[in-house]
């Protein structure tokens, strides 16, 4: 059983890669209009990493970070939020599906659904954040001359990468399972994924205690960018937690991700067509 599980992956796996490619081949036939999205997309994500240094102008340090410091966590987060941009934005667009009667025909094909909706709208245009990510980490580290680096800190923040984008596509895809009973996505979700982007930018002391739980605890986004961050600035994390915490992420990003598909799933069985 095992092993036919394994096989059913490579071969979802496989199909992806072929569905993101028919995307990327077709978008790469407008080449001049697909880098100037991106270039533009770029520059206006850039515009939000300027926040930082505005806000510095005015105070010295917040809640004990310096610019730098916050500028790598904004960084950080924005990479991650960008991954899950990138992937998972067919999620976001799944409202749309279910208004269209579109997803009646997702479940005709011989394909997982959710492998559909995860390719539904692919844009090259998106790696303009993950490059805005990208060069405000290589700027922060210009401002963070005396940090220390070593392998379990590049680890710690490459885990809270990947563990953070698979954390925001399943707020959407929590979201986008709601659409089957609302049609429409509720605020909760927004708050939650552009809200949760903003917020997990800034240190999350700056916040009351009840939200720091909420973003460690209860939906745990401190584990995408705040934790490994700090544990790559040996701050102390909060509630009394240990700097490898951080090493955590995988397994918090595992659980909601499996919350997420299961709800998914429940939604999928009990899914009624929209009859157009």
């Known amino acids: 059983m095992a092993a036919g599980a394994?096989?059913?992956?490579?071969?979802?796996?496989?199909?992806y890669h072929h569905l993101i490619g028919m995307q990327i081949r077709a978008q790469a036939q407008y080449r001049a209009s697909t880098i100037f999205s991106a270039v533009s997309y770029f520059f206006v994500t850039s515009l939000e990493f300027a926040v930082v240094f505005v806000l510095f102008g005015s105070f010295p340090s917040l809640t004990g970070w310096q610019v730098g410091e916050v500028a790598l966590l904004y960084a950080t987060t924005s990479f991650t939020f960008g991954l899950a941009e990138l992937f998972g934005a067919g999620i976001d667009t799944f409202p749309d599906v279910i208004r269209r009667g579109e997803f009646d025909r997702v479940l005709l094909r011989p394909v997982s659904a959710l492998l559909q909706v995860l390719t539904n709208d692919f844009r090259l245009r998106r790696?303009?954040?993950i490059t805005q990510g990208a060069l405000g980490f290589a700027?922060?580290?210009?401002l963070l001359p005396g940090l220390r680096w070593s392998a379990?800190?590049?680890a710690a923040l490459a885990l809270g990468v990947l563990s953070g984008a698979v954390i925001f596509t399943s707020v959407?895809?929590?979201g986008a399972t709601i659409c089957f009973w609302t049609v429409e996505t509720t605020e909760l979700t927004s708050l939650f994924y552009y809200g949760g982007r903003e917020m997990?930018?800034?240190?999350?002391?700056?916040y009351s205690e009840a939200l720091q739980r909420v973003f460690v605890y209860v939906l745990p986004l401190a584990f995408g960018a705040y934790l490994p961050v700090c544990y790559a600035l040996d701050k102390a994390p909060p509630f009394g937690l240990p700097g490898a915490a951080a090493f955590a992420?995988?397994?918090?990003?595992?659980i909601v991700a499996l919350v997420a598909w299961q709800v998914w799933r429940f939604g999928v069985r009990h899914y009624q067509s929209t009859g157009s």
């Open 127 to 129: 790696f303009g954040r």
């Open 172 to 174: 959407l895809l929590l």
């Open 139 to 142: 700027l922060a580290l210009t």
């Open 200 to 206: 997990t930018s800034w240190p999350l002391s700056i």
């Open 6 to 15: 394994w096989r059913t992956v490579a071969a979802d796996l496989r199909l």
């Open 152 to 154: 379990a800190k590049v």
């Open 249 to 254: 992420a995988p397994l918090a990003a595992a």
